[in-house]
């Protein structure tokens, strides 16, 4: 079975700084795939980022890089010179690659809900 | 760029009411999938399908049905709804194994 932990279920953050939000994993699949999602309050589900479990380099998408220790299984979200519209909850969630190609959902977690202030 | 799309996006019923939701997936993705949200949770995999197949179960209760088409347009069927399913419904789809890109959500309320 797979689990993701969040532990910061809020953050504060003044605009215009780096943040970080956390995320470790569990899983005893050795390929699968680590997503960050955005769901700011109107409620939609926005993809920002994914990382593979043998991709060598850290990926990253604009603003958003994706600290990937797999050691630690850790899979933290750095968003770079935060932004007013960057106030939303941000799901990490994950998945097995099975070498089948399966559809398989996706384990989230339970969230951070980050609020940017002016 | 297209979307996936999910109609209706606010449904309204009654206990032991049934409902149907609909899901457009983005053109040429051949993968679906549904999800549930409830108030202050986080989103939860029912069920997904593949070329038509069912390819993935999760926590989809048995009053649930869903299926895919020869479009690829999938389908939810929830059947005698209670309160507990009052939650946001989320349609992704995705290419094979790939991303999943999540629609709007439905909304639905049961009273």
């Known amino acids: 079975a797979q689990k993701i932990t969040q532990t910061q279920p809020g953050m504060f953050v003044q605009e215009k700084e780096a943040v970080t939000l956390d995320c470790t994993y569990d899983t005893s699949d050795p390929s699968y795939g680590l997503f960050w999602y955005k769901q700011p309050s109107s409620g939609e589900m926005i993809f920002l980022i994914y990382?593979?479990?043998?991709?060598?380099q850290n990926a990253t998408e604009g603003r958003y890089s994706l600290n990937f220790q797999k050691a630690r299984k850790s899979a933290n979200l750095v968003i770079s010179a935060s932004q007013l519209g960057d106030s939303a909850m941000y799901f990490c969630a994950m998945r097995d690659l099975d070498p089948g190609g399966g559809a398989d959902g996706l384990t989230f977690g339970k969230g951070t809900h980050l609020i940017i202030q002016p | 760029a297209a979307g996936v799309i999910q109609s209706p996006r606010h449904l309204i019923k009654e206990k032991r009411e049934t409902a149907t939701l609909k899901c457009y997936p983005i053109p040429r993705h051949d993968t679906v999938y549904w999800y549930q949200q409830g108030p202050g949770q986080d989103p939860q995999f029912l069920i997904s399908?593949?070329?038509?197949?069912?390819?993935d179960k999760g926590s989809i209760p048995d009053r649930f049905s869903a299926q895919q088409f020869s479009d690829y347009h999938s389908e939810l069927n929830m059947s005698s709804l209670e309160l507990g399913d009052s939650a946001l419904y989320f349609c992704a789809s995705s290419l094979r194994d790939q991303t999943q890109y999540f629609g709007p959500g439905t909304r639905l309320l049961v009273l």
């Open positions: 990382q593979g479990s043998y991709d060598q």
């Open positions: 399908f593949y070329e038509k197949m069912q390819s």
